[in-house]
């Protein structure tokens, strides 16, 4: 997380989150419209329209559309924490309260530590046209030597070759400025919301931040479930 200034925009994100929903195809299609109400009605304030989502690939998702509970993630690829999210925490989530249908999980891209990450997310997105987002994924975090070569094509092809992957194709996929194009749509929708660093979390549109203990999270999943 970033200094004092975080913290302002911790509440700008938790007041907009409050009223983005996960629902829908992507990770939560339109925020709730603003409601209508005069001054001097007595009726609640108008909701504060949060920024519109992009779509989100399929392959870039976990669990089903019908789960009761969506957990957006954001994250970096260079962020420690968020490969502690990763490695620790999802496969718990997943094993727990995606395998039953409770939870779906959405990843969304905020490459906020520079140009590297932005390639690995890149990366990730050439690697899920060949259906292996998440095996490419895993290997990201679990792999120290792309990040040392400051993500460069080879370090990234040479990642995926070993995961299994078609390298020739991948190489080609890299090169598609669609797919940058997607990560740079989910950084902006990250930035309009004001998430201040990462791992962040939207829990069915309630802001969470940080490699919490699983245990935290099963609590706002669980309280998600009794508001549903």
Excluded: K
Excluded at 38 to 54: F, I, K, T
Excluded at 87 to 98: H, I, N, R
Aim: proline fraction near 8%; charge should be negative; aromatic fraction near 8%.
């Amino acid at each position: 997380m970033r200094g004092p200034a975080a913290l302002v925009a911790v509440l700008l994100l938790v007041a907009v989150a409050a009223v983005v929903r996960v629902t829908g195809e992507g990770d939560g299609g339109a925020p709730a419209p603003p409601t209508a109400a005069s001054p001097s009605d007595g009726a609640s304030p108008p909701v504060v329209r949060g920024p519109l989502p992009p779509e989100v690939d399929p392959q870039l998702v976990l669990g089903t559309q019908e789960a009761p509970v969506t957990m957006v993630v954001f994250s970096d690829y260079q962020c420690p924490y968020c490969a502690t999210f990763a490695t620790e925490q999802q496969p718990a989530l997943v094993d727990g309260y995606v395998a039953n249908g409770t939870l779906r999980l959405v990843w969304r891209d905020y490459p906020y530590l520079g140009e590297e990450s932005v390639r690995a997310a890149v990366a990730a997105r050439a690697a899920a046209r060949q259906g292996r987002y998440w095996d490419y994924h895993e290997a990201l975090y679990a792999d120290d030597a792309w990040r040392a070569d400051g993500a460069s094509q080879q370090s990234l092809v040479r990642l995926a070759a070993e995961t299994g992957l078609d390298a020739d194709r991948f190489a080609a996929d890299l090169a598609d400025p669609a797919l940058r194009e997607a990560v740079q749509a989910d950084f902006d929708f990250a930035l309009g919301l004001g998430v201040p660093g990462t791992p962040a979390f939207l829990i069915n549109g309630t802001a969470f931040f940080g490699a919490q203990p699983v245990e935290a999270f099963e609590e706002r999943i669980e309280a998600a479930l009794e508001q549903d």
